[in-house]
């Protein structure tokens, strides 16, 4: 009996098996900068979190494939098996811990308020009652605001910049969001036509951290193990610092 052609079945299904191992899909956003953005020279994701995310899959012995995705879009593409990890800008909160599971908190961060730039106003989210404000869809932002009930209405958008725009012109009063993407943005581009509420109390503090998908527990531990790792060597701080964070 020729065992050859069984043998070489065995090494080509053990090879595929092995590739799939060594890969993990990761989610990304573009409009995170500086967690998650596209780098226009390159065209390629970068930030805070997608170098987290490659020194993580690195750390399994995995090739990381980075998704482009919808911020809100995030939490079903894990559900539905299209992407194994998620690494935004994403607070592990209560409601998302029902759906997902979250890794050790990787940095922590509260909502910033931001008005357009001639209105010098220093205003605190009481002062914004009766206004219309914006926030982005599927953010812990967007549903504490909404909860408080003060607003002519809570706008939502799809990404930050679209906020910005109509800040900028008038149609909104404020806009509200995640405070170290917005710095970045408005210290880069003054263009914007915005600026942040120096003085402005934070709804809440929140805990940054990667997803995965409840039915792969394995891939949690991996994730954890490699964050100890990091915080234990000093590149977790040093990744972040990278991007002024």
């Known amino acids: 009996m020729n065992l050859f052609p069984l043998a070489l079945a065995g090494a080509l299904a053990l090879g595929a098996m092995t590739a799939q191992a ?3 899909t990761v989610g990304v956003t573009t409009t995170g900068v500086p967690f998650t953005f596209v780098d226009t020279a390159s065209q390629q994701p970068t930030g805070a979190m997608v170098d987290l ?3 993580i899959a690195e750390d399994m012995g995995a090739t990381p494939e980075f998704a482009l ?11 539905t098996g299209k992407i194994d990890l998620i690494s935004a800008g994403m607070f592990a909160t209560d409601t998302r811990r029902e759906v997902v599971d979250f890794s050790d908190p990787v940095y922590s961060y509260g909502d910033a308020l931001f008005v357009a730039a001639e209105d ?8 914004l009652a009766g206004e219309v404000v914006g926030a982005q869809i599927g953010t812990t932002f967007a549903d504490q605001l909404q909860a408080k009930g003060i607003f002519s209405e809570v706008k939502l ?3 930050l910049v679209d906020i910005m725009r109509d800040v900028k012109l008038g149609r909104i009063k404020a806009g509200f969001g995640d405070k170290p993407i917005i710095a970045y943005q408005v210290a880069q581009n003054p263009a914007l036509g ?3 509420v120096e003085d402005y109390e934070p709804m809440s503090v929140g805990n940054v951290a990667l997803a995965v998908s409840k039915d792969k527990p394995e891939l949690l531990s991996e994730v954890n193990a490699a964050i100890a790792a990091m915080k234990d060597s000093g590149e977790l701080a040093e990744i972040f610092a990278k991007y002024g964070l």
């Not at 995705?69 to 559900?79: D, K, M």
């Not at 010098?120 to 002062?127: H, K, N, R, S, V």
């Open 22 to 24: 060594q890969e993990v």
């Open 53 to 55: 995310a490659a020194a």
């Open 69 to 79: 995705t919808q911020f809100s879009a995030l939490i079903p593409a894990l559900q």
């Open 120 to 127: 010098a106003g220093e205003y605190q989210i009481d002062d």
């Open 157 to 159: 958008y799809d990404s």
């Open 194 to 196: 915005v600026r942040l």
